[in-house]
């Protein structure tokens, strides 16, 4: 089963308006992160968040997390047309000793209309 | 040049045919992985490596094989391709001295008729 879930599924919006996804998982995490995927290709990484963070930014990018409710959420403020994508959260936990691996949810599919 | 390489990029194939697929990466990480992406379910993990003696199976590992032939080369094998192994797959790598982001391959799309 997803360790992830991408709320919602697809969002569509302006240009210029600000673009909020919710990530919501069940176990405890070592980290959080977002990735993001334009349409047939590979991942790439956005940002991290720790476990013992609650807020963290890059550039127009705003990540939260709060691990008493097991969410997390990604705002994308000032959005541009090259932000149409889809925005995956991934989990870290641990699987044994010191290795630990991603699970992702299914993503959310952000259209920016110009 | 591209950090994380996949070949084929794109492959057709027949139902019983055997087929790999290769990544290889410069990056020099020690971990390396292969998932699987199908429309709708995000992506989920086949294989894992650790390091080169160390191979995992991950979330739906039926149906497929890999082979770790050095740090830098993670192989993923349908020994014999069905229709529902039709879909996207990614190899992706990291590092366990630099931190938890995955870096990933471009993709290999492929269809099994």
């Known amino acids: 089963s997803q360790q992830g879930e991408e709320d919602p599924q697809a969002l569509s919006i302006q240009e210029g308006e600000n673009a909020t996804m919710n990530c919501s998982y069940k176990t405890s995490i070592n980290n959080l992160q977002w990735y993001r995927q334009n349409s047939g290709r590979g991942l790439v990484h956005l940002i991290l968040?720790?476990?013992?963070?609650r807020e963290k930014h890059s550039g127009r990018l705003r990540v939260t997390l709060d691990t008493s409710k097991k969410s997390s959420s990604l705002l994308i403020t000032a959005s541009r047309a090259a932000d149409t994508a889809s925005y995956f959260c991934a989990t870290e936990i641990n699987s044994g000793g010191s290795n630990y691996k991603l699970t992702f949810g299914k993503g959310t599919l952000l259209t920016v209309n110009p | 040049d591209a950090d994380v390489t996949q070949t084929p990029r794109n492959r057709i194939t027949k139902t019983g045919k055997r087929i790999m697929l290769e990544c290889s990466q410069t990056k020099g990480h020690d971990r390396m992985y292969w998932y699987r992406q199908d429309p709708g379910l995000g992506l989920r993990l086949i294989y894992y490596?650790?390091?080169?003696?160390?191979?995992n199976k991950g979330e739906i590992s039926d149906g497929y094989s890999v082979s770790r032939q050095a740090q830098a080369k993670f192989s993923l094998s349908l020994e014999s391709a069905i229709p529902n192994q039709t879909a996207l797959y990614f190899c992706?790598?990291?590092?366990?001295?630099?931190?938890?982001?995955?870096?990933f391959g471009p993709g290999t799309r492929l269809t099994v008729l």
């Open positions: 490596s650790f390091d080169v003696k160390d191979i």
């Open positions: 992706a790598t990291s590092d366990q001295r630099t931190g938890d982001t995955q870096y």
């Open positions: 968040i720790r476990s013992n963070e």
